[in-house]
């Protein structure tokens, strides 16, 4: 395996960056405000389809280096460098996360209010992925469809609602997202990810509304609402087409979160995706809807046991082209994040001329 070169200067920033805080000849200091995080998948996978192996391999399919640094009380910054493995084997990086963090005075009903700004998440990802804690297995519905990824080039702003949930509910359950009647996250961006510059002029606008109904009878229960509205990320003029075709998502997100097992359900409709391909021949936005369900068991203080099914139907103007996915598997947590988990993958389509895609992996999470 070898650094493709183009990626090159991002390790060599890295590398210095770690040696001129940490060596004593140098006259910095760290304090208690800097941190340092790893957060990797390395996996083994053996995928199948039609009776015949279609790959076999070990590989690292992400790994995030994360810098963090409070400058003062209300200003802090973030650094995120993604490598993956790519199809050829080559380990490539990519810049994931580099922003300010504006860390507000509560006012009224919003609690710890947050302004990201420069290449930040947005608002629907942090969110659920600390619900489902299984983005090692693979992305989430609303990626793994092709709808967007997790970051953006913009800003982002996020407060919890009505101050904080109880303490034993934040120790035994979940410390994220602890609004006591939920959160919400607002979002103007370029509209391309962070895997792409931006190829028009429009900014997309997001939103996401969690509302906590029973925090005192049923704290884990929330109800959230993604919505998105813009334009594909397409150039505003060529040969084809005029502008850029709609981007609009809806997506009704039900949550359940309990020490011992957590439930989601969410229902997707939109037409048009972030990179602006999902058009028809004339570039008009296809629409599409689905839905996806999640659990996971905890046995005890390490076994773990998930599983997942996800519905699509990529174009509702177009017959016998339904894709469903069903995940099933058995992890170990060794705590602070460090999971092992053994899943099966099975992808199937409504058009029996294309057979089911089927994988089992093997990945262990590393998180330092």
């Known amino acids: 395996m070898r650094i493709s070169k183009s990626n090159?200067?991002?390790?060599?920033?890295?590398?210095?960056?770690?040696?001129?805080?940490?060596?004593?000849?140098?006259?910095?200091?760290?304090?208690?405000?800097?941190?340092?995080?790893?957060?990797?998948?390395?996996?083994?996978?053996?995928?199948?389809?039609?009776?015949?192996?279609?790959?076999?391999?070990?590989?690292?399919?992400?790994?995030?280096?994360?810098?963090?640094?409070?400058?003062?009380?209300?200003?802090?910054?973030?650094?995120?460098?993604?490598?993956?493995?790519?199809?050829?084997?080559?380990?490539?990086?990519?810049m994931k996360f580099l922003c300010a963090n504006f860390n507000l005075k509560s006012f009224a009903f919003l609690v710890k209010p947050h302004i990201h700004f420069g290449l930040v998440e947005n608002t629907w990802h942090p969110f659920e992925e600390n619900i489902n804690l299984y983005r090692m297995q693979g992305t989430m519905f609303i990626e793994r469809v092709g709808v967007m990824n997790s970051a953006e080039f913009g800003v982002t702003f996020t407060s919890l609602l009505g101050g904080e949930i109880d303490e034993e509910y934040q120790k035994t359950v979940s410390k994220k997202f602890p609004g006591k009647y939920g959160s919400i996250a607002l979002g103007i961006y370029n509209g391309g990810g962070y895997h792409s510059s931006e190829k028009n002029k429009n900014k997309v606008f997001q939103s996401r509304l969690t509302l906590r109904p029973l925090p005192k009878f049923v704290p884990g229960l929330q109800i959230s609402y993604l919505g998105i509205f813009g334009k594909g990320n397409q150039a505003e003029?060529?040969?084809?087409?005029?502008?850029?075709?709609?981007?609009?998502?809806?997506?009704?997100?039900?949550?359940?979160?309990?020490?011992?097992?957590?439930?989601?359900?969410?229902?997707?409709?939109?037409?048009?995706?972030?990179?602006?391909?999902?058009?028809?021949?004339?570039?008009?936005?296809?629409?599409?809807?689905?839905?996806?369900?999640?659990?996971?068991?905890?046995?005890?203080?390490?076994?773990?046991?998930?599983?997942?099914?996800?519905?699509?139907?990529?174009?509702?103007?177009?017959?016998?082209?339904?894709?469903?996915?069903?995940?099933?598997?058995?992890?170990?947590?060794f705590g602070n994040g460090n999971i092992l988990i053994l899943d099966y993958d099975r992808k199937m389509f409504q058009n029996s001329n294309k057979s089911s895609e089927n994988n089992l992996k093997l990945t262990m999470q590393i998180n330092f």
């Open 8 to 94: 090159f200067s991002i390790f060599a920033f890295c590398i210095t960056f770690c040696i001129v805080f940490s060596n004593p000849l140098f006259s910095v200091e760290l304090s208690k405000s800097f941190e340092i995080n790893n957060l990797s998948y390395i996996s083994y996978s053996i995928g199948f389809s039609n009776g015949k192996i279609q790959n076999n391999q070990f590989n690292i399919s992400r790994s995030y280096l994360t810098f963090k640094y409070a400058l003062l009380d209300f200003l802090s910054f973030r650094m995120t460098v993604d490598t993956r493995q790519d199809e050829t084997g080559d380990l490539k990086a990519l």
């Open 237 to 333: 003029i060529d040969t084809l087409r005029n502008s850029p075709p709609t981007w609009i998502t809806h997506d009704v997100f039900l949550s359940f979160e309990h020490k011992r097992f957590t439930l989601t359900l969410q229902y997707l409709d939109g037409k048009g995706n972030q990179s602006g391909k999902m058009v028809d021949n004339l570039n008009n936005s296809i629409k599409y809807r689905g839905y996806s369900a999640f659990a996971e068991l905890k046995l005890d203080n390490n076994w773990r046991i998930i599983g997942r099914y996800d519905f699509i139907d990529p174009n509702t103007e177009v017959d016998n082209n339904d894709e469903q996915r069903l995940i099933a598997g058995i992890g170990y947590n």
